[in-house]
């Protein structure tokens, strides 16, 4: 079975056996994370900035529910969460990126990508869903196109969560058998066990080809949800200074987070 190897780039793991976390400390420490959002969002729309929050991981990675945790207490009239289905008619017959750039934020707004234009870089590919032509034309284009955003002002984060082969399964039968969540599995999910390896060498091309000085990767062992998504949250509150900050990302426990100083492309 292929596995993603060491990728040359920040990478941010969890060695923490998640059982040291118990439920109380992590509803503590994410209440805590949470008011510390609030105050970042407040500095955002008072600066007028525009910030975008990519995620994107493998099938039953965690996505959703780390988004529902960013936002549960944000004011919800200055984010949005955007999770495009596929493409209409009309979208089909415009530049691939046209239809995201429509999302992108105003002054004082957070974007929440669940999923984005990656999907071009691993899923479609896989699974037949775009040419080897188009897939090799997105990857000509993605560094420059995150250059040209970022440098007119946008805030990228983009977040790469991490899954083992043998959880994801386990997650997939759990969806499966909850009838409040069996709508979150497709017909894509049911390939991804199948398809794993396929997925991976497309997974690794992404990775090292996308991750730039300008639009950098931050790569999160999922595996764990509740640790993953303390980490994510702080790496967004480690990226801002705002008033009244009262986050340090050395207050986490040592062996949560795990900084790793590769170099860029």
Known sequence: ????????????????????????EYNHLLEHYQIELLKL??????????????????DAAGKGGTIKRFIEHMNPREFRVVALGKPNKKEKGQWYFQ??????????????????????????????????KQYKLFMSQVNEYEKMITEDGIHL?????????????KRFAARNED???????SPVDMKAQNMWDQFSLYINSMLDHTHTVHAPWVRVDSNYKKAARLLMIGQVLDRFDYEDKNYEASNLHPQLLNKSPYPHH
């Open 1 to 24: 079975m292929l596995k993603i190897h060491n990728l040359k780039f920040q990478s941010l793991r969890f060695f923490m056996d998640i059982s040291e976390l118990s439920t109380k």
């Open 41 to 58: 969002q407040k500095h955002i729309v008072k600066k007028g900035l525009r910030v975008v929050i990519l995620f994107e991981g493998r």
């Open 99 to 132: 239809r995201y750039i429509k999302q992108l934020p105003t002054a004082g707004e957070i974007r929440f990508f669940d999923r984005s234009w990656y999907n071009r870089a691993v899923v479609e590919p896989v699974m037949g869903f775009c040419s080897q």
């Open 157 to 169: 984060i983009k977040f790469w969560l991490d899954i083992d082969k043998e959880v994801q399964e």
């Open 179 to 185: 009838p409040l969540k069996t709508w979150k599995l």
